[in-house]
């Protein structure tokens, strides 16, 4: 089992920063593959990107040049810092765990936080 605790998010302004924190429980986080997804009011939850056990990752293109994903594995955190956010880019986001292998599917991810919502103003 794993449990899954976001926090970060809140308020910012179009071309402004935030980052994101998503602490896990267990012993083994260091072999689970880490997910960033995304809900925005009246539509699917979507891949926002992941990390892997050795810290590579992988971002969708929407996000891609201005999303970090980092991992600290002896803190059992992973990160998401978001630079030059764009009002499309407010949702509830949510962290995800699964064993080992990469997916971009929510359908393959057991473990889920319980969300945290950034709102970005124009």
């Known amino acids: 089992q794993v449990q899954l605790v976001e926090s970060g998010g809140g308020l910012v302004q179009a071309g402004g920063s935030a980052r994101l924190s998503c602490a896990a429980s267990?012993?083994?986080?260091?072999?689970?593959?880490m997910g960033w997804f995304r809900q925005a009011p009246g539509k699917e939850r979507e891949f926002v990107g992941g990390?892997?056990?050795?810290?590579?990752?992988y971002y969708v293109d929407s996000v891609k040049g201005r999303f970090t994903m980092s991992r600290d594995n002896a803190k059992n955190t992973v990160y998401l810092q978001m630079n030059s956010l764009k009002p499309e880019d407010t949702a509830v986001y949510y962290c995800?765990?699964?064993?080992?292998?990469?997916?971009?599917?929510?359908?393959?991810?057991?473990?889920w936080g319980q969300g945290t919502q950034v709102t970005v103003s124009s």
């Open positions: 990390t892997d056990s050795g810290g590579s990752t």
């Open positions: 995800a765990a699964r064993w080992v292998y990469f997916s971009g599917s929510t359908t393959s991810y057991p473990y």
């Open positions: 267990g012993r083994t986080f260091s072999s689970y593959y």
